[in-house]
């Protein structure tokens, strides 16, 4: 039995109502240090994770970033690693928590309306995360 679609390139569409929707963005990588796996002092953590947080505010302020609707904001990640070392999603999006909340800080709105979704793309130099923003359902 042949799946639907099989042999055929297909292209993965975010949620969204229409093109015009979306906001894109493209952040830095994430410090070493907002990992929840890093193993250093609170304070090294603490001025790294606020250092992000606001670097991402400003991004977002920016890109001109907004979101003029109610409910959920759907986010796509992507990561786009330094290297070709292998990565842990999860861990990644918890590395990203100070994006996301610099980002709800430039959009003004309270991160609960956000609905994440992540992955991880090819390696670019310096690493980035590459944020798609949309209207959710």
């Not at 390139?9 to 890093?38: G, K």
């Not at 430039?106 to 798609?132: E, H, P, Q, W």
Request: aromatic letters at 10%.
């Amino acid at each position: 039995m042949e799946l639907p679609g099989a042999g055929q390139s297909v292209q993965l569409q975010p949620y969204s109502l229409d093109a015009e929707e979306m906001n894109t963005c493209t952040f830095f990588w994430p410090p070493r240090e907002t990992s929840p796996n890093w193993r250093g002092h609170w304070s090294t953590k603490a001025r790294a994770v606020k250092k992000y947080r606001r670097d991402c505010w400003l991004i977002a302020l920016g890109a001109k970033l907004a979101v003029d609707w109610e409910g959920y904001i759907h986010v796509h990640m992507a990561f786009l690693p330094p290297n070709n070392r292998v990565r842990d999603k999860d861990n990644l999006q918890a590395s990203a928590k100070a994006l996301l909340d610099g980002l709800a800080d430039a959009l003004g709105v309270n991160d609960s309306r956000f609905f994440v979704y992540s992955t991880i793309g090819m390696c670019r130099k310096g690493g980035a995360v590459a944020v798609a923003l949309s209207r959710g359902v």
